[in-house]
């Protein structure tokens, strides 16, 4: 079940928490820079190019024939991964509008019913590894990443059936090629509509 957070969380049994939500909170990064808690750590990851964009559009475009009225996706939703010492901002959340946090809550990520996230040249490794082990932790069912930067061969890969803060690879298809997303979702995304830059 989700936990909502108040702005200022109780202490998640690791040391610095406090301080890094504060000094998250603080943080006056330029504008449209992503400002994250990964690993208790505050990062901040430049504006993404316009690839990234166009890959988040064809995705939303896609998830809103087949979502809930009742559903959302968001671009800019931070959840909270407690365990993990995280607050993570996805590329997109779709997240039940009923489980949305109140003015000054935070949420925790297992509200989400699928998480994406699109992999910069920057960032890729915090997406393949830190926010991957999170997000199953915090048991988030579905995680969708978006790799145009594996190993010189962009990949879509399906994370599901969380267990233990670890997930098992549903599917991993290379772009170009299509990739099923399940129940609650039912839709083949086709892999060739995203940009490779």
Same mark, same amino acid.
């Given at each position: 079940?989700? @936990?909502?957070?108040?702005? %200022?969380?109780?202490? #998640?049994?690791?040391?610095?928490?406090?301080?890094?939500?504060? #000094?998250?909170? /603080?943080?006056? @990064?330029?504008?449209?820079?992503?400002?994250?808690?990964?690993?208790?750590?505050?990062?901040?990851?430049?504006?993404?190019?316009?690839?990234?964009?166009?890959?988040?559009?064809?995705? /939303?475009?896609?998830?809103?024939?087949?979502?809930?009225?009742?559903?959302?996706?968001?671009?800019? /939703?931070?959840?909270?991964?407690?365990?993990?010492?995280?607050?993570?901002?996805?590329?997109?959340?779709?997240?039940?509008?009923?489980?949305?946090?109140?003015?000054?809550?935070?949420?925790?990520?297992?509200?989400?019913?699928?998480?994406?996230?699109?992999?910069? %040249?920057?960032?890729?490794?915090?997406? %393949?590894?830190?926010?991957?082990?999170?997000?199953?932790? #915090?048991?988030?069912?579905?995680?969708?990443?978006?790799?145009?930067?594996?190993?010189?061969?962009?990949? @879509?890969?399906?994370?599901?059936?969380?267990?233990?803060?670890?997930?098992?690879?549903?599917?991993?298809?290379?772009?170009?090629?299509?990739?099923?997303?399940?129940?609650?979702?039912?839709?083949?995304?086709? #892999?060739?509509?995203?940009?490779?830059?």
């Amino acid at each position: 079940m989700a @936990a909502v957070i108040a702005e %200022r969380p109780q202490r #998640t049994g690791a040391p610095g928490w406090d301080e890094a939500l504060r #000094t998250w909170e /603080q943080t006056n @990064a330029p504008e449209g820079c992503k400002v994250e808690i990964i690993e208790g750590i505050v990062t901040v990851a430049p504006p993404p190019e316009s690839d990234h964009n166009d890959t988040a559009d064809e995705l /939303q475009r896609l998830l809103y024939t087949v979502i809930p009225r009742d559903w959302g996706i968001y671009q800019t /939703q931070g959840l909270v991964a407690p365990g993990k010492q995280g607050l993570f901002i996805p590329d997109l959340a779709v997240i039940p509008k009923k489980l949305l946090p109140r003015p000054r809550e935070r949420q925790t990520a297992d509200v989400a019913q699928l998480i994406v996230e699109i992999t910069s %040249r920057s960032n890729a490794n915090h997406d %393949r590894v830190e926010k991957l082990h999170a997000y199953a932790a #915090t048991g988030v069912p579905l995680y969708l990443l978006l790799d145009p930067w594996h190993s010189g061969r962009p990949t @879509a890969t399906l994370y599901g059936e969380p267990e233990g803060g670890s997930y098992r690879v549903l599917e991993m298809v290379k772009y170009g090629d299509e990739l099923r997303l399940p129940a609650p979702f039912d839709v083949t995304v086709d #892999t060739s509509l995203f940009p490779v830059g």
